[in-house]
């Protein structure tokens, strides 16, 4: 079975430091997204991406949040100054469009926990 | 997107069968009812999904009764493994729209 492939699983940075966590979607997908989990909580939409542009994006999703697909086959969610609130699991998922008659749904990667000190 | 109601919790015992309710009374003509199943650490994943009256996958079924304002997610003869939390999430699928989730069910299973 196809599957999103996230990298890395567990990043720790200091506050203030920028990183980047990759994502690889399924070869054959269009959409592409960045959800988080703060622990305990619900999982909350970041930004959808689609034809090399985002295509949505939430209240949670400012500046210091950027999404690119650099080479057609990653994808990556750069946070340029993380907070400590920025602490989180990171999911990437990908979906294709399809026939409404025809059942499909959204792949997540594994995540990537974020631990911002 | 509609507005989802479901159980925050739900207790079971290895082989019963789990029926988990879930509420959408301001679901839209266009809207599909998904189902999301997510351990601990994880990320969501795909259960299953309808429109109307009854689907079937190898892993669960989905009753939709004609009015759509609701909808079950069963589980036929559970294990421990299925100890997760299950999500409702009513939207239009087209044009890859966002997804947004509640709470959720928790889900525990007991030997």
């Known amino acids: 079975e196809p599957e999103v492939t996230q990298t890395p699983s567990h990043q720790v940075t200091q506050m203030g430091q920028e990183v980047i966590l990759r994502c690889v979607p399924i070869s054959n997908h269009l959409y592409f997204y960045w959800y988080r989990q703060i622990l305990g909580q619900k999982v909350e939409f970041l930004v959808s991406f689609y034809n090399n542009e985002i295509s949505e994006k939430s209240e949670i999703f400012d500046d210091q949040f950027s999404v690119e697909r650099p080479d057609g086959s990653n994808f990556t969610l750069k946070i340029r100054s993380t907070k400590l609130e920025d602490s989180a699991m990171y999911f990437c998922?990908?979906?294709?469009?399809?026939?409404?008659?025809?059942?499909?749904?959204?792949?997540f990667g594994s995540g990537t926990r974020l631990t911002v000190v | 997107l509609a507005k989802t109601t479901q159980p925050i919790s739900m207790d079971s015992y290895e082989g019963q069968e789990v029926n988990i309710t879930c509420s959408h009374n301001?679901?839209?003509?266009?809207?599909?009812i998904t189902w999301y199943q997510q351990f601990p650490s994880q990320g969501p994943r795909f259960i299953i999904q309808?429109?109307?009256t009854k689907v079937t996958n190898e892993v669960a079924s989905l009753f939709i009764p004609a009015d759509r304002k609701s909808s079950t997610l069963s589980l036929p003869r559970v294990s421990l493994s299925d100890t997760a939390v299950y999500y409702c999430l009513v939207g239009d699928i087209m044009g890859g729209g966002k997804l947004i989730f509640g709470q959720g069910t928790e889900l525990s299973v007991k030997p």
């Open positions: 309808g429109y109307k």
């Open positions: 301001n679901i839209a003509t266009n809207d599909y």
């Open positions: 998922a990908s979906s294709v469009l399809k026939d409404r008659d025809k059942n499909y749904g959204y792949t």
